[in-house]
């Protein structure tokens, strides 16, 4: 067993309790709902979540108001999503009060931060269930207390947390996201991440590999590898690092596309970019957020890479491959942030031309270094600089869509849209770009050749080619 596994014997402690609730609700029509609110590690926590309540007989609810358990699997990497967590679990209240066997649970990253957990369960007492993003394999053993009758509040500090096997009800039948690492250990400076996620542990390379085959076997197309920082993955046992990861991941027959994110500028190596251009099943995509197009501010963050660095990296991934593309995060309004520093993100971001940008305005996150900096920026510059930069990115997109015309790509088709022309579905080429073209539901979970012939604002939209 590794340092961060936990042990078997514990696990199928917890199955067996998932068993025994599973006889008790025998016979019953018990419904549940889970609310995400965060990253898609957030995302792929309530898929567990789901599929540990299904074990325990439970099925999903139609909404809010048809369930039996409603859990908030929280975020809060950004200040806002306290307001509307608070908010929302406030108003859970009527329900709660409606239906006194109503179980509420609250968990997720902004649990893990005590003192807001407490303030939830103070302003909240009908809330039965508040743990911590370290318990969630203890789910059953909570669950069990809770319908007994007793309040759960349980927050550790613990990183030995990797639960192998865990039931998980996935949200897609085609496209999936598999764990390779969790936590982060470069503490940026805004970041709240590595103190309610804790430090950097790698799942064996063995137990990806084994749930990825799975996958493939059940029909699953796309896999998208998922940790805080993947360029840093470093299996336990073997050593293997990512470019190795993915080399033996691409190996898996069934397998069609391998995604991944996030990567860290300062951890993208050679070897990665180059077993992205030799793998043939690994997407021409790379999620690289730079945060900021200033070196002083990107020092301010501990970044750890400059400028020049990052416009080097893009260099060398489209030199390698001239398709590739290429999303970003930016923070606007990081404290001590000048008219020029901004000025140099926007010449950044004309420089990449990016196919994607998540931008945020800077939420100062406390127990973080950059809280601490006297000079925080008023919300109305941060708000004229968010504007700015989006519409920077959305110009330089929209030129780059140009390019697309008349190009043929396979696209996975992910849903499907009733439009004014008639029914469009819609899914992604080999990078990031989404496609919309004339299809039906039939086409979702297929891979299908598709000729561009139009742009939207920040999609294309094709033809199927026979
Ligand atoms: N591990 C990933 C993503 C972490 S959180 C990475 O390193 O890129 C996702 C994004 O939220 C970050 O990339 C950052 O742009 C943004 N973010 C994190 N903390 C923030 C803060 N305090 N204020 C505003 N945006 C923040
Ligand atoms: Fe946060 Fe930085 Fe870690 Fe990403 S790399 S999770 S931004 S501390
Ligand atoms: Fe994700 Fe938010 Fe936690 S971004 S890791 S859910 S703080």
Not at 53 to 62: F, M
Not at 215 to 222: I, K
Request: hydrophobic share 35%; glycine share 8%; charged share 25%.
């Amino acid at each position: 067993m590794l340092k961060h596994e936990v042990s078997k014997a514990e696990l199928l402690r917890q199955k067996s309790i998932l068993k025994s609730i599973y006889d008790a609700n025998y016979g019953h029509d018990y419904r549940y709902h889970i609310e995400s609110y965060g990253c898609q590690m957030n995302n792929h926590d309530s898929e567990r979540i789901a599929g540990m309540l299904n074990e325990a007989g439970y099925r999903p609810a139609d909404s809010k108001n048809d369930a039996d358990i409603i859990i908030f699997n929280t975020c809060c990497v950004r200040e806002h999503a306290e307001l509307r967590v608070f908010g929302n679990v406030g108003a859970l209240k009527a329900l709660k009060d409606e239906k006194p066997f109503l179980i509420i649970g609250v968990c997720g990253c902004m649990m893990q931060q005590e003192q807001v957990a407490k303030k939830l369960s103070k302003r909240y007492p009908f809330v039965d269930l508040i743990f911590g993003t370290h318990e969630l394999f203890r789910l059953p053993e909570m669950l069990e207390s809770v319908l007994s009758g007793d309040h759960v509040f349980r927050i550790s500090g613990s990183d030995a947390d990797i639960a192998e096997d865990l039931p998980i009800m996935r949200n897609s039948t085609f496209s999936t996201n598999v764990n390779i690492m969790f936590g982060c250990n470069n503490f940026c400076t805004y970041c709240i991440v590595p103190y309610v996620r804790g430090r950097e542990r790698s799942r064996s390379a063995e137990n990806i590999v084994g749930e990825v085959k799975k996958l493939a076997a059940a029909g699953y197309l796309e896999i998208t590898l998922l940790g805080q920082n993947v360029n840093s993955y470093n299996a336990p046992d073997s050593g293997i690092k990512f470019p190795g990861l993915l080399a033996l991941v691409n190996d898996i027959d069934g397998v069609k596309r391998i995604r991944f994110m996030t990567s860290h500028p300062k951890d993208l190596s050679d070897e990665l970019i180059y077993a992205m251009r030799d793998l043939d099943k690994v997407c021409h995509h790379i999620h690289l957020p730079v945060q900021s197009g200033s070196s002083r501010i990107l020092r301010e963050m501990n970044r750890r890479y400059t400028r020049e660095d990052y416009l080097r990296l893009i260099d060398k991934l489209r030199a390698n491959m001239p398709d590739i593309d290429i999303t970003t995060d930016i923070i606007v309004g990081f404290p001590g942030e000048t008219d020029a520093d901004f000025e140099d993100t926007i010449s950044l971001v004309d420089e990449v031309g990016y196919c994607a940008a998540y931008t945020f305005m800077y939420s100062q996150r406390e127990g973080t270094i950059a809280a601490k900096i006297p000079d925080q920026i008023p919300p109305e510059i941060k708000k004229e600089r968010l504007h700015a930069l989006n519409a920077k990115v959305a110009s330089k997109l929209s030129i780059a869509s140009k390019n697309y015309i008349n190009k043929i790509g396979e696209v996975l088709v992910e849903g499907c849209d009733q439009k004014p022309g008639g029914m469009m579905v819609y899914g992604k080429m080999n990078g990031f770009r989404t496609v919309f073209f004339p299809g039906d539901e039939s086409l979702i979970g297929k891979m299908i050749h598709v000729k561009i012939i139009d742009t939207l604002n920040t999609s294309l939209v094709g033809q199927m080619v026979k």
